[in-house]
């Protein structure tokens, strides 16, 4: 079975970067879509990033467009997303997760399989 571990969180102040890695084992991600999610304390989760398990379409969230870049490593069966210009909007615990079905498109739902999550603090 799927399992997905995220990592490379941590602290880092305003304007800095940070790269998360979501490892897969059990499976290969390769035809997987791949989500990136966050949640802050009181708020609702919500989708950041995500790449389609066909074709490798990507989609960001409008607050991180030009700031985050999701991408595989095949090789390494990852999924990362590197982070950069970093805020303290983007404080989170941030999970990755994993869509089955083959698609050639991605969206906020359909994940079947999660991580544990990883914490990301934006602070100066």
């Known amino acids: 079975q799927l399992q997905l571990v995220e990592s490379g969180g941590g602290l880092v102040q305003p304007g800095g970067s940070l790269r998360l890695s979501c490892a897969a084992s059990g499976a290969s991600l390769d035809s997987y879509g791949i989500g990136w999610f966050r949640q802050a304390p009181g708020k609702e989760r919500e989708a950041v990033s995500c790449?389609?398990?066909?074709?490798?379409?990507?989609n960001y969230a409008d607050s991180v467009k030009g700031r985050f870049t999701i991408s595989r490593d095949n090789a390494k069966n990852t999924v990362y997303l590197q982070m950069n210009s970093l805020k303290p909007e983007d404080t989170a615990i941030y999970y990755c997760?994993?869509?089955?079905?083959?698609?050639?498109?991605?969206?906020?739902?359909?994940?079947?399989?999660w991580g544990q999550g990883t914490q990301v603090t934006v602070s100066s």
């Open positions: 997760a994993a869509d089955s079905t083959i698609r050639t498109t991605c969206g906020p739902f359909g994940y079947d399989y």
């Open positions: 790449i389609s398990g066909s074709g490798g379409m990507t």
